[in-house]
């Protein structure tokens, strides 16, 4: 009986500290947490139950088709970081949605890292004040700089943003916490859910999420806020060791819907040191390894 009780007990501790976990953070910003331990990004979800309404919302996202990594090694593709600090100028910016953007000034430095394509997001920590500034669609007209939305977060807090509002990104979240980043991968573990997009979406958004962009009210489409996971049951056996981690992470935090995009692409930053041929290996798997998580008991802690 007492060797019951001892496992009982050592279980409940290991679920309390996957619960309080935190993500790693960036080389970087060594002294900066990426969100509170047990904010709901870094919260196990293998242990919640499965939505009832999965297998529709999966065909709805796209049952065939496959998971594809939206980052690379040579830059092409993938959200990119710049780690600014207190001595970086600070640049007003003028914004399109303003009446849902953080207006403040953003440490903005000469040669900003941009997302290429359309979205042309810049994602900048501050590694002193633990801030991340998030711009989406910027650009720089005749020295000064305009941009679709912005958001600021501290990085310590668990705070969301107000109901209705966008962020850098559709469903209003912080993009930063939710990509695949190399130096995650090269020590073995991805600690948190990661950001993948959908081709459509319903206008409507469930929680940590705070903004939709949906195209119809159908309760078949996936609402902005979404979290999925990797099915327990699909073999991890013969894949590379970079797609391996991402896997462990999608089976272990999933992976939240942000924005409208292409099905099943799974957001990243971009680095050299990605290996592409390994990172490929994920298009083997499709919407039918996936299941939707039922998050209604999830909140930050």
Sequence with gaps: MRSVRTAVLVAAVAL??????????????????????????????????????SDRLVRSIGLGDALHPDFSDAGRYGIPITVVGRATPRRAVRFTYAGESDRVRYPIPVRPRIE???DRHILMLDRDACRLYEL?????????????SGAVFDLRSNALRPAGWTSADAAGLPILPGLARYDEVARGVIDHALRFTASR????????ARHQAGSSGDPALPPMGLRVRLRASVPLDGFGPQSRVVLRALRTYGMILADNGSPWYVSGAPDPRWDDDDLHDLGRLTGADFEVVDTRTLRNR
């Design 116 to 118: 290429r394509g359309s």
């Design 136 to 148: 989406f669609a910027a650009r720089r007209v005749a020295g000064r700089w305009t941009a679709g």
């Design 201 to 208: 979406t319903r206008r409507s958004y469930v929680y940590p």
């Design 16 to 53: 309390a500290s996957a619960a309080a976990a935190a993500a790693a953070p960036l080389p970087g910003a060594p002294s900066c947490p990426v969100l509170p331990p047990g904010n709901v990004w870094n919260t196990p979800v293998d242990a919640l139950p499965r939505h009832p309404d």
